[in-house]
């Protein structure tokens, strides 16, 4: 059974930083491309970064690039999420995910509770 639990959300201020992380279990994690995917509210849930099986490569949505970085750790099952220069727009539900294919869709159906971030003075 997959499991998917992120952690590490909160509220802070523009400019600041948060790290998410993401605990999965249930499926062999090393094999599986990861991804972040957020959620605000009153939108669709998109993708905000990915990275292959390895860790050797990464992929980030426009609005991210040079604030987020993406890492795994195949030992732990565990990915990450560092954000940096936060801003209210990134204010969203974020999720946890393998992904496939070149759009990095998300792999399983079932999703974690998610991980609150909330950007806001």
């Known amino acids: 059974q997959v499991q998917l639990v992120e952690s590490g959300g909160g509220l802070v201020q523009p400019g600041g930083s948060l790290r998410l992380s993401c605990a999965a279990s249930g499926f062999t994690f090393s094999s599986y491309a990861m991804s972040w995917y957020r959620q605000a509210p009153g939108k669709e849930r998109e993708l905000a970064a990915g990275?292959?099986?390895?860790?050797?490569?990464?992929k980030y949505t426009d609005s991210v690039k040079g604030r987020f970085t993406i890492s795994r750790d195949n030992a732990k099952n565990t990915v990450y999420l560092q954000m940096n220069s936060l801003k209210p727009e990134d204010t969203a539900v974020y999720y946890c995910?393998?992904?496939?294919?070149?759009?990095?869709?998300?792999?399983?159906?079932?999703w974690g509770q998610g991980t609150q971030v909330t950007v806001s003075s």
């Open positions: 995910n393998a992904a496939e294919g070149v759009n990095w869709r998300p792999r399983f159906g079932s």
């Open positions: 990275i292959s099986s390895t860790g050797s490569w990464t």
